[in-house]
């Protein structure tokens, strides 16, 4: 049986990908903060004992590290086949407000450096194994091109997107896959909250069934749905005088100091804004 480690999977493409690796018959070690959400969240799925909840906030390397090797250990021999980075949050960001710094900084932990000390416990036993491994990061398209007032969920994404390919890079001798997926809109609670039209809104089911295959495949990069892949072609073609002209009014996610909702919003939920 495949062993899949996925953080932020109480909610979100996180849980919609639980659900999908659990319904192919895979063992599941699942991290998220809202323990309550996680059980939950395990006991609808297929053969709930199989699986292993860890509720811990990924920006605590030290517990997140201890969740990996109990995993790790509880695969055994088989090994640990994949691992998804799936925890990230969104919240819109000016550099002008102060008060937007320590936003700034919990989006970066969450979204980056977590994203790194999820993968580092286990790439030593993948690189042991003879079958094959990945390492999966979650993006975005928001993290193609700089998107106005989210500069620091664009800036995490595009960290994150190149951070992959590095890492792709230096594990490619081993045989190990690191697989960038990039979610256009999903339909999540996250993209719920979204006052604004969505082009190409996915199910969540739908989007966790394509990431799985894209997965499976070891495709290097890839952005769900593939017409937000289209869309992120020609963003990357467009010069800066027209991106500019296009994107400059483009509609801004409520800052935390100027809503109601947390800066943090539960990790899993991770999608386009």
Known sequence: MTHVF???????IGAALAREYAAQGAVLGLVARRGPA??????????????????????DHPALTAAAQDFIGYAGAAGVEV??????????????YAEDIPVFERIMAVNLNATVATFAPFIAGMKARSGPCRLVGIGSVAGIRGLPGAEAYSASKAALISYCESLRLELQP???RVVTISPGYIDTAMTQANNYPMPFLMPAAGFAASARAAIAAGASYRVIPWQMGVVAKLLRLLPNWL????????????RAAASATSA?????ANDAD
């Open 264 to 268: 943090a919003q539960p990790a899993g």
């Open 174 to 176: 081993s045989g190990i």
């Open 243 to 254: 991106y500019d002209r296009v994107f400059s009014n483009a509609p801004h996610k409520a």
């Open 6 to 12: 996925i953080t932020g999977a109480s909610s979100g």
């Open 83 to 96: 691992v998804i980075a799936s925890a990230g949050i969104s919240q819109g960001t000016l550099t002008e």
């Open 38 to 59: 996680l059980a939950q969240l395990i006991a609808s799925l297929p053969h709930p004992q199989r699986h292993r909840s860890y509720a811990l906030d990924v920006t």
